[in-house]
């Protein structure tokens, strides 16, 4: 009955994860991808004037043209990005879809820096392509070293996602152009996942979308407004990639919501560095309170950190935290090892707290 492509689909292990927090009363959540903030006020009266005004309607495939000219206007001025043509999507997870579906043939490979957000390889998967894992532990880094003996005549796409979920890598400028160089020798396509762009700690963050032309660059309102819910993404690429993205929007997703995408144009100009520098200290309290009971790369971007499993494989001693109302996401499911475990600190600086003493007290 079902069809043969859902065959390598299992539950979300968050989606796991969030269904026993329903079970518990006051669980302690650090597991949440998502921003503890909620949408600035001026962002959300815009979207309420666009809902009362009557702009409910479709929008065109590509989006608004006042916010796809803006969004382009600023890749291209303050990360370089050389794009030729923009598109609005459904989140960036609707961005990443059109593009594996326009881009990915039966056998073709595409090569996953591991540990990876969760949809790359299942996305990959459902396209009828092949998810090559770039094994990148212990310290997370996209190196010529490790990225060289995977590549093949079947290869064509290399996934950047920098800053990292889950790790919070994110690749300096050094890693960008040797990324760059490679795929341009070998004539791959990036598709770069810039969603945590924003959250961005102790170095200077920059798009390989500046360095390797065919790049197509994804990224959304999601995290850096707290509007997850909004569905509100882009998509950034050469005109060949974008146009055949946007014919098959037509038939999928139509547009993004059309208040969202009037939103999103107030949005940008809306100052957020307050919420970034909270989640500074937020991931220096992390790193600081768990140093002494775990190993872990301190994080550069994002709101993640992925330390070690002390003990087990990472499903028991998540078992073993959730057993002590500690709600956090077995490494596995973003990797194909069983040897981390990921926190959100995207919390209070009390669930933090709650969170680390219970950590420590099971390491």
């Known amino acids: 009955m079902i069809a043969d492509r859902m065959?390598?689909?299992?539950?979300?292990?968050i989606r796991k994860v969030f269904d026993l927090a329903q079970k518990i009363k006051n669980p302690v959540n650090l597991s949440i991808g998502q921003p503890d903030f909620d949408i600035p006020e001026e962002v959300k009266k815009v979207a309420i004037e666009a809902i009362e005004g009557g702009f409910n309607r479709y929008t065109s495939t590509q989006g608004i043209p006042e916010l796809g000219e803006k969004i382009l206007e600023k890749a291209?001025?303050?990360?370089?990005?050389?794009?030729?043509?923009?598109?609005?999507?459904?989140?960036v997870a609707g961005a990443l879809t059109l593009?594996?579906?326009?881009?990915?043939?039966?056998?073709?490979?595409?090569?996953?820096?591991?540990?990876?957000?969760?949809?790359?390889?299942?996305?990959?998967?459902?396209c009828?392509?092949?998810?090559?894992?770039?094994?990148?532990?212990?310290?997370?880094?996209?190196?010529?070293?490790?990225?060289?003996?995977?590549i093949s005549p079947?290869?064509?796409?290399?996934?950047?996602?920098?800053?990292?979920?889950?790790?919070?890598?994110?690749?300096?400028?050094?890693?960008?152009?040797?990324?760059?160089?490679?795929?341009?020798?070998?004539?791959?396509?990036?598709?770069?996942?810039?969603?945590?762009?924003?959250?961005?700690?102790?170095?200077?963050?920059?798009?390989?979308?500046?360095?390797?032309?065919?790049?197509?660059?994804?990224?959304?309102?999601?995290?850096?407004?707290?509007?997850?819910?909004?569905?509100?993404?882009?998509?950034?690429?050469?005109?060949?990639?974008?146009?055949?993205?946007?014919?098959l929007q037509q038939y999928t997703y139509i547009c993004a919501p059309s208040f969202a995408q009037v939103a999103g144009v107030k949005a940008m100009d809306i100052n957020m560095d307050a919420y970034v520098e909270d989640y500074r200290k937020k991931r220096d309290?992390?790193?600081?309170?768990?140093?002494?009971?775990?190993?872990?790369?301190?994080?550069?971007?994002?709101f993640y950190a992925f330390p070690q499993v002390p003990w087990g494989?990472?499903?028991?001693?998540?078992?073993?935290?959730?057993?002590?109302?500690?709600?956090?996401?077995?490494?596995?499911v973003f990797s194909e090892k069983k040897t981390h475990f990921r926190i959100s600190y995207a919390a209070t600086f009390d669930t933090l707290g709650r969170g680390i003493e219970i950590l420590n007290s099971i390491a």
């Open 7 to 13: 065959r390598g689909f299992e539950a979300s292990g």
């Open 313 to 332: 494989t990472d499903e028991e001693f998540v078992t073993e935290a959730i057993k002590h109302d500690l709600l956090i996401i077995p490494g596995s």
């Open 128 to 150: 009828g392509g092949k998810a090559k894992f770039i094994d990148t532990y212990p310290d997370f880094e996209l190196t010529p070293e490790r990225i060289l003996p995977l």
């Open 76 to 91: 291209r001025t303050e990360r370089g990005i050389k794009g030729e043509s923009i598109m609005i999507t459904s989140g």
């Open 154 to 247: 079947r290869t064509k796409i290399i996934i950047i996602n920098s800053p990292s979920n889950p790790t919070g890598v994110v690749y300096n400028q050094q890693r960008l152009k040797e990324i760059s160089e490679i795929a341009e020798k070998h004539n791959l396509i990036i598709i770069s996942d810039e969603i945590y762009k924003k959250f961005v700690y102790d170095i200077e963050y920059q798009s390989i979308g500046k360095y390797h032309e065919n790049t197509v660059t994804c990224n959304g309102f999601s995290k850096s407004y707290a509007m997850t819910g909004w569905r509100l993404g882009s998509a950034i690429g050469p005109a060949k990639i974008i146009d055949e993205m946007m014919k």
């Open 99 to 126: 593009a594996f579906m326009v881009l990915i043939n039966p056998g073709d490979e595409v090569l996953v820096p591991d540990p990876y957000f969760v949809s790359f390889k299942h996305l990959v998967n459902f």
């Open 285 to 302: 309290f992390v790193c600081d309170g768990l140093k002494e009971s775990y190993k872990l790369i301190k994080p550069d971007g994002a």
